[in-house]
């Protein structure tokens, strides 16, 4: 299944095979959904301290030398596997992914259609494809716009581009149409204003074809047109330049917004504990001695994690401290 299948790291980064299994699969991508939810995708890419954490769990999980490159070839898998299937099924209308089987639901004839139309449809009618609605948050946004999406900045920066492209042909479109300039190839614009044709004394186009003329009225007319151009494309420039400033900034404003009211509430509601505290409530609750460092970090590493601890019945902490730190992300 494609889902399950394994990849080959190259040399440069770790000549071990890691052979990724549905479990290890459902893993990552539960971390990936975390790393989500806590605002560590940025334009469309996870940021590098969300794959610091990502590492992290799935080593202390699986007991594996996984490394950042491991999960990023693994997620670029995922992903692959992910468009091949969303491209078969979206907006289709009569299909639905059940969440039990994995399976997409539709009535016979409705599959029939669809493999007609779609042949590799068919490997999906008894194959289950684990966790689409999670890659389905996680990437179907990227996909629906592009194989890796586009920035709101590169978006903005390519319409104006567009806009002001279309606008200069507009406009020489309306210069022709008027009868002031003519089209003698792909690349000379002659003017035909007679006030400004000195070879012509005045001569209306009809009355002066000569090649001096034509030549000298081509050199006037291409030299604005380029000037014209050449400002065109500087105040595009700097009207990108101002945008991405201000992208920037706003961006760097949302995340000093984020981080004062994640420190605020962090303090507020951080458990008041000393790290003897701690260590006394590991032991008393049965947490291995050879353990205790580990979890001890662990714990005092995620607020939210030593407030559960805390705040859990002293008759099942272990188990949920456990979890937290092996099963549960």
């Not at 399950?4 to 699969?25: F, G, I, Q, V």
């Not at 420039?237 to 404003?253: P, Q, W, Y």
């Not at 917004?257 to 032991?283: D, F, R, V, Y």
Request: proline share 3%; hydrophobic share 35%.
């Amino acid at each position: 299944m494609l889902m399950s299948l394994c990849y080959r790291m190259a040399p440069n980064n770790s000549k071990e095979t890691l052979n990724w299994t549905r479990h290890m699969d459902d893993a990552l991508i539960d971390a990936f959904m975390t790393e989500y939810n806590k605002g560590r995708k940025v334009n469309g890419t996870f940021t590098s301290t969300a794959y610091d954490n990502i590492v992290r769990y799935l080593t202390a999980l699986f007991g594996k030398q996984i490394d950042k490159d491991k999960v990023k070839n693994r997620w670029k898998t995922l992903k692959r596997n992910f468009s091949n299937v969303y491209d078969i099924f979206k907006s289709l209308s009569g299909f639905a992914w059940n969440p039990t089987t994995h399976l997409w639901d539709a009535e016979p004839e409705v599959w029939d259609t669809l493999i007609e139309a779609k042949p590799k449809a068919a490997q999906w009618r008894n194959n289950p494809f684990p966790n689409y609605e999670k890659m389905l948050i996680l990437y179907g946004v990227d996909r629906a716009n592009g194989d890796e999406g586009e920035t709101m900045r590169e978006w903005r920066k390519r319409r104006r581009t567009q806009e002001e492209t279309t606008r200069t042909v507009n406009d020489i479109d309306n210069l022709v149409s008027q009868g002031r300039y003519s089209l003698q190839n792909d690349d000379d614009f002659v003017e035909l204003d007679g006030q400004n044709n000195s070879h012509g004394q005045g001569l209306s186009p009809e009355e002066d074809n000569s090649p001096v003329a034509n030549s000298a009225c081509s050199k006037r007319t291409k030299r604005a047109f380029k000037e014209h151009e050449n400002n065109l494309k500087k105040l595009t420039e700097a009207i990108c330049r101002v945008a991405d400033a201000l992208d920037r900034g706003t961006e760097a404003i949302l995340q000093g917004n984020i981080a004062i009211t994640k420190a605020s509430t962090t303090k507020m509601q951080a458990p008041q504990l000393s790290g003897e505290e701690l260590c006394k409530l590991l032991e008393e609750c049965g947490i291995e001695i050879e353990k205790i460092p580990d979890v001890y970090c662990f714990l005092m590493n995620d607020v939210d994690k030593l407030r559960t601890a805390v705040q859990c019945p002293v008759a099942i902490r272990k188990q949920v401290i456990m979890k937290m730190f092996y099963g549960s992300y």
